[in-house]
């Protein structure tokens, strides 16, 4: 048996339905693991430089409610056999804090997933590591700099901010929109805050497909498929799964950064890809399972608590 502790959003506020979290800590409980949770603002760093987490005894339940909570206590993070770090984005000041915080947890611990390769796969940034496998991209925080780099794609692209997540703070700037200024404006907070700028991809329409690789293997995916009235293809703002397949372009960007990641220590991620295009990597809290479950009729938890399992027993074995 296991001690897992999930590090989350307050429990309240995850979809029973959707949140991939949720479908991870009923697997470990089904496996007869115990299972915690605790909320980023509920760890700290004791005497001797020793993390310690507000742990709260979480019993997973079916249905709604999904969980039933015991009496909260202060635990010494390394009497965890395994600390999941699954904070949503955007990624804060504090959630890089939070991440050295983790640093600090002796082996044999488990992080899943590493605190430094969180602070190393900057999801909107890792990609650009891969050149070849991204739209032309460019990274600033200069009006004029992004203006002119809309120009040279003809006057069309997508910007992001690089530490937002679920698509906020995502446009699509057009060619006749006189409004691209002033958005820029506002993304940019007059030039004060870094925007990744990369060429618009029609191939949306058709779906951004989110892949989840495990270490550095796929193990499923599934299409979102934007709304007609949005650019945006995330399913909480209106984006339908739909069944999809790994296609010969998908399984070489899988194979040209998987080993990447492994390295990095990123045990668990979600990749996206529109057309024959790498965007993003998801590593803080990576999600898709619930809807590739129902799609699939599979249970993509089970490989990854497999996998979390084995990883925690080896590094147990050799004490490390």
Known sequence: MLRHLFI???LPLLNVEKDTTIALMREAARRGHEVFSAEVDQLSV???GRPLGLAVPTQLCEGDPWYETGASLFVPLHEFDVVWMRKDPPYTID???ATHLLSLVPSPT???NDPQGLREVAEKFFSLRFPDLCP???VSCRIDELLAFRNKLGGEMVIKPLGGAGGQGVFHLSPNDRNVNAILEIATR???EYQLAQ???PEVRQGDKRIILLEDEPIGAVLRVPHQTETR???HVGGMAVKTELGPRDLEICARIGPALAQAGILFSGIDVIGDWLTEVNVTSPTGVREINALEGVALEEPVLDLVERRSKERRSRGA
């Open 190 to 192: 007059n030039g004060q």
């Open 199 to 201: 060429r618009y991809l």
């Open 8 to 10: 989350v959003d307050p």
């Open 46 to 48: 004791g005497e001797a």
């Open 233 to 235: 293809a995330n399913l």
């Open 95 to 97: 959630y890089f804090w």
């Open 110 to 112: 488990l992080l899943v």
């Open 136 to 138: 032309e991209s460019l």
